[in-house]
């Protein structure tokens, strides 16, 4: 049983990349998913989010309107789509699961089922 975070990587700013959280032995489908990030020196803070049965999704005032937040069933997936990206989204990104809340939420202090290890997102001006 494994969630799995990927995609980081280096870009300049505006520029765009996807992060996947994949979960393996577990349905991802019934779990929210929240994505996290911390920066050197900084508290984690929650990103965004996506419900485990309406799919209903959360930004951080940060990301919104940049970021998209979605699921692909078939792929036991939810990905994280970061677009127009800014050197104050350069961070470690995490995400978790939630087994026990249909709602998601973009606490991170709180006993998730599952997290992901760290993919890291390093922006450039």
């Known amino acids: 049983v494994q969630l799995q975070a990927s995609g980081g990587g280096s870009v300049q700013t505006g520029g765009s990349l996807r992060l996947s959280c994949t979960a393996s032995g577990f349905n991802l489908e019934d779990y929210a998913i929240s994505w996290f990030r911390q920066a050197p020196g900084k508290e984690r803070e929650g990103v965004s989010c996506i419900g485990s049965r309406d799919d209903r999704t959360r930004y951080a005032d940060s990301v919104k309107g940049r970021f998209t937040i979605s699921r692909d069933v078939a792929e036991n997936t939810v990905y994280l789509q970061m677009d127009s990206l800014k050197p104050e989204d350069t961070a470690i990104y995490s995400c978790?699961?939630?087994?026990?809340?249909?709602?998601?939420?973009?606490?991170?202090?709180?006993?998730?089922?599952?997290w992901g290890q760290g993919t890291q997102v390093t922006v450039s001006s």
């Open positions: 978790a699961a939630d087994l026990h809340t249909a709602a998601c939420t973009l606490v991170p202090h709180l006993p998730y089922d599952y």
